[in-house]
T-cell receptor, first 112, second 112 residues
Framework: DVKVTQSSRYLVKRTGEKVFLECVQD?????MFWYRQDPGLGLRLIYF???????EKGDIPEGYSVSREKKERFSLILESASTNQTSMYLC???????????FGSGTRLTVV | GENVEQHPSTLSVQEGDSAVIKCTYS??????FPWYKQELGKGPQLIID?????GEKKDQRIAVTLNKTAKHFSLHITETQPEDSAVYFC???????????FGAGTQVVVTP
C-alpha cells in the first residue's frame, strides 16, 4: 500500500523554537507539497518541490522554509515558531506531470 | 493566480437524501478538477476527478459535473449514508508543476 508518512500526528512547541516537520513518501514521486489547513480557509500551499534540492514558494511561505535532500523526504521548517503557526500541516506527493495527490495523515502543531 | 470558492461550508442531510456541493474557479486555463474527502483524523483522499474535456463523470453514488463556460463544477452524492459524513474539498489545477488550488471545504453531516 503506497504511503505518505508524516512523522508526528501531534506536536506542541514553544514560541521561538525551531520546528521540523518530516514527510516521507514511498511512491518514487517527483513532486512533494506542504499545505496548511485552517477552518474556513481550506488548504493553502506553503512550499512545493519538483525535484531533489529544488523548491518553490507557494501562497503562504512567510515564516517557513523547506528542505529536500532525498527524493522521498520533504521537510518543513519553522525557523522561529509563533502562535499564529498553530495549525494542521499536510504533506502530499504526486508524480511529475500528474495532478493526483496522495496526502499524509497530517501533523497538528500547537505553538504555545 | 487561481481562486476557488466552495459552497456551502456546512451541509446537513438525512440519510438517503442527496447532497450537492458547488465550486467556482477563476482561471480559464484550469483543466483538472478533483474532489477530496477528509475523514476525521485522516488526510484528504481523492474520490473523483474530472478533466476539462468532459462534462460529467459518475462513480457509483458520486458524480461530478463541469461547466467550463460558467467556470463552475459540482459534486453530487446520491443516497447518502452515515459514512459519507466528512469534509469535502474541491480543487482546480493551475500554473505549472501540477499545483492545485483548494476550496475552503464543506462539512457534510449525514444523520440517520
Amino acid at each position: 500500500d503506497v504511503k505518505v508518512t508524516q512523522s508526528s500526528r501531534y506536536l506542541v512547541k514553544r514560541t521561538g523554537e525551531k520546528v521540523f516537520l518530516e514527510c516521507v513518501q514511498d511512491m518514487d514521486h517527483e513532486n512533494m507539497f506542504w499545505y496548511r489547513q485552517d477552518p474556513g480557509l481550506g488548504l493553502r500551499l506553503i512550499y512545493f518541490s519538483y525535484d531533489v534540492k529544488m523548491k518553490e514558494k507557494g501562497d503562504i511561505p512567510e515564516g517557513y522554509s523547506v528542505s529536500r535532500e532525498k527524493k522521498e523526504r520533504f521537510s518543513l521548517i519553522l525557523e522561529s515558531a509563533s502562535t499564529n503557526q498553530t495549525s494542521m500541516y499536510l504533506c502530499a506527493s504526486s508524480q511529475l506531470g500528474r495532478v493526483s495527490y496522495t496526502f499524509g495523515s497530517g501533523t497538528r502543531l500547537t505553538v504555545v | 493566480g487561481e481562486n476557488v470558492e466552495q459552497h456551502p461550508s456546512t451541509l446537513s442531510v438525512q440519510e438517503g437524501d442527496s447532497a450537492v456541493i458547488k465550486c467556482t474557479y477563476s482561471d480559464s486555463a484550469s483543466n483538472y478538477f478533483p474532489w477530496y474527502k477528509q475523514e476525521l483524523g485522516k488526510g484528504p483522499q481523492l474520490i473523483i476527478d474530472i478533466r476539462s474535456n468532459v462534462g460529467e463523470k459518475k462513480d457509483q453514488r458520486i458524480a461530478v459535473t463541469l461547466n467550463k463556460t460558467a467556470k463552475h463544477f459540482s459534486l453530487h452524492i446520491t443516497e447518502t449514508q452515515p459514512e459519507d459524513s466528512a469534509v469535502y474539498f474541491c480543487a482546480a489545477s493551475y500554473g505549472s508543476w501540477g499545483k492545485l488550488q483548494f476550496g475552503a471545504g464543506t462539512q457534510v453531516v449525514v444523520t440517520p
